[in-house]
């Protein structure tokens, strides 16, 4: 799912193009909920999940177990390949100026196989970047690896984390370790079209398209597919949650660690999840953040499914508060006050775009990252009001397409790498009419996320790889040391219920929840209660018993705002 935890470690640094990260989602797969009272809801009380059209018994029963995994080829492959990692190590010195990284920062590179299967084949390199523990050597833990999820998003600037106060304790007895995964930045990056084509804008998102519009999005879709293909030839079907989980035991071996110390957020849950249900025996200590719903029947379709839901839930949460603020921003009284705004601001866009560069599709991809992450909600709300006294410049800063050929490419990239993975992890439906039947039904009662979120994956529908049945994410009592699952209870990029669902599948999993927050990736962030958990699972291995739940982090403030030509409010 689109989705990746910058509040915490990486809103700090800086380090990602929201732009690039949010346009759509689904990490993983991204709430007046439609799918049951509320996004979740029907899961916490442990009601049945909502049938999906492509879900069927056999293809449930499908799902890998670890046991078929560990007889296959591939699993050969990755001991070759981490023995031979191990052999080699990682020669880190200075960084490429491409990566745009300080000293103490060093950087080197892994090798591991395109495909398993043929360890003796093709290889690409994966560029990792590090920094040593900076405690005393008696207090040093070995290698703390971080991801921030994605698919397509790269963990490069992780290393920096330590310069922040969240971090010292960590820093102090870790070296801090980040990569690009397989596909990422410079590690074999992958294409599916232009950069230039794919930022071009401005663009629609019509809540309820016409058919017109759904005829233009299944030809783009078709396209798009078919440029994945001819990019990435025979290496396509080879981007997938399972390789990513190949690919870090390799890292693992070249670190020269036995076992592996791990944070994955958003979808770095999944491929982390993946990885202890294959390499249980190698995993030292494990943080989840923000977890996607590992059940196979829900990858990655149910899970698009259910993040469009919950995001509907969180537009609502934004809309509320920015009415609580109307004497600041004079956008409404009521979160339908302000939902009139919002649609008085589409409709003037999609007459004349702001700026000339954004439309309906930019002005809901950067609302968009309200939902993500309420540190977003003064500006976006700010820019809303700016834009509806006059001033568009507020709304096209935030919201125009990164058109520089840099920001251009990484942003394709990370998009390619999102649709490959999650593609070939699973089963989609490629009947046209089973993704119109369920996103037209889904769109009555959550409109704003929905659409956007089905045309960016529908390029699965006419996808040239193999689809993979998805892995069944689950270890035995004792099989896995403890880990820890960290989850924000109103979080829409990876609902609530998903933390449930991996906590019920890894024996000895604990489960800290923020209580009515939603911010997406909370580790590392405002809230020290659950930055003390994390310290004191990764400096110790303590995790709370049984599960633990911290008060929410303080609602953003207000900006404050000239008076000067106010609008009245909205009722």
């Known amino acids: 799912m689109r989705a990746v935890a910058k509040y915490g470690v990486l809103s700090a640094l800086g380090s990602l193009a929201l732009s690039a990260v949010v346009v759509a989602p689904a990490a993983g797969a991204d709430a007046a909920a439609p799918l049951a009272a509320a996004s979740g809801t029907h899961r916490q009380t442990g009601a049945a999940k909502p049938p999906y059209e492509h879900v069927d018994a056999s293809t449930a029963d499908a799902a890998t177990s670890a046991t078929a995994l560990a007889s296959a080829p591939e699993t050969r492959g990755v001991v070759l390949a981490a023995h031979r990692a191990a052999v080699a190590g990682i020669a880190f010195g200075t960084c490429p100026k491409e990566e745009m990284l300080p000293k103490p920062v060093t950087c080197g590179t892994v ?87 794919f930022v071009k804008g401005p663009t629609e998102a019509p809540e309820h398209p016409t058919e017109a519009y759904k005829q233009q999005r299944i030809a783009r879709a078709k396209a798009y597919a078919r440029g994945c293909a001819e990019k990435a030839g025979d290496a396509l079907g080879h981007y997938t949650s399972l390789d990513n989980a190949r690919d870090l035991d390799v890292l693992r071996a070249a670190l020269g660690e036995k076992k592996l110390t791990f944070m994955g957020a958003s979808y770095g849950t999944y491929f982390g999840a993946v990885y202890a249900t294959l390499f249980p025996s190698h995993v030292r200590r494990m943080v989840f953040d923000s977890a996607v719903d590992p059940d196979p029947t829900q990858i990655w379709y149910g899970d698009n499914m259910e993040q469009s839901a919950a995001f509907e839930r969180r537009w609502a949460d934004f809309r509320t508060w920015v009415a609580r603020h109307d004497k600041v921003y004079h956008l409404g009284t009521t979160a339908v006050g302000v939902q009139r705004s919002y649609e008085l601001v589409r409709a003037r866009v999609a007459r004349e775009p702001a700026g000339g560069k954004v439309g309906p599709g930019e002005l809901q991809a950067a609302m968009l990252s309200a939902g993500y992450y309420d540190d977003y909600w003064a500006m976006r709300a700010a820019a809303l009001s700016a834009y509806l006294k006059g001033d568009p410049k507020p709304l096209t800063d935030q919201a125009a397409p990164l058109t520089q050929p840099l920001a251009a490419r990484d942003a394709e990239n990370a998009n390619a790498v999102y649709t490959a993975v999650e593609c070939n992890d699973a089963p989609w439906p490629t009947r046209w009419q089973d993704w119109d039947r369920d996103n037209t039904e889904l769109a009555r009662t959550a409109p704003f996320e929905t659409w956007a979120n089905a045309f960016m994956n529908l390029p699965c529908a006419y996808w040239a790889a193999p689809h993979r049945q998805p892995v069944d994410v689950r270890t035995a009592p004792g099989q896995l040391p403890p880990t820890l699952i960290l989850a924000a209870e109103r979080d829409a990029a990876t609902p609530y219920a998903g933390a449930l669902e991996l906590r019920r599948r890894l024996s000895g999993a604990v489960l800290v929840t923020e209580r009515d927050a939603g911010t997406h990736g909370i580790a590392g962030g405002p809230n020290a209660c659950v930055n003390a958990y994390v310290n004191d699972y990764l400096l110790t291995g303590a995790t709370p018993g049984g599960q633990a739940s911290c008060a929410p982090h303080a609602a953003p403030n207000p900006l404050s705002l000239p008076r000067a030509r106010a609008l009245p409010s909205v009722k």
Do not use: H
């Open 111 to 197: 090798s591991v196989p395109v495909d398993y299967a043929r360890p003796d084949g093709a290889a690409i390199t994966l560029t990792v970047s590090r920094v040593r523990a900076a405690g005393r050597p008696a207090q040093r833990q070995g290698a703390f690896v971080y991801n921030p999820g994605g698919p397509g998003a790269s963990s490069m600037s992780f290393p920096m984390a330590g310069d922040l106060p969240e971090w010292k304790k960590i820093a102090a007895a870790y070296d801090l370790v980040g990569y690009a995964p397989r596909g990422v930045a410079r590690s074999a990056p992958l294409s599916c079209e232009s950069p230039k084509e």
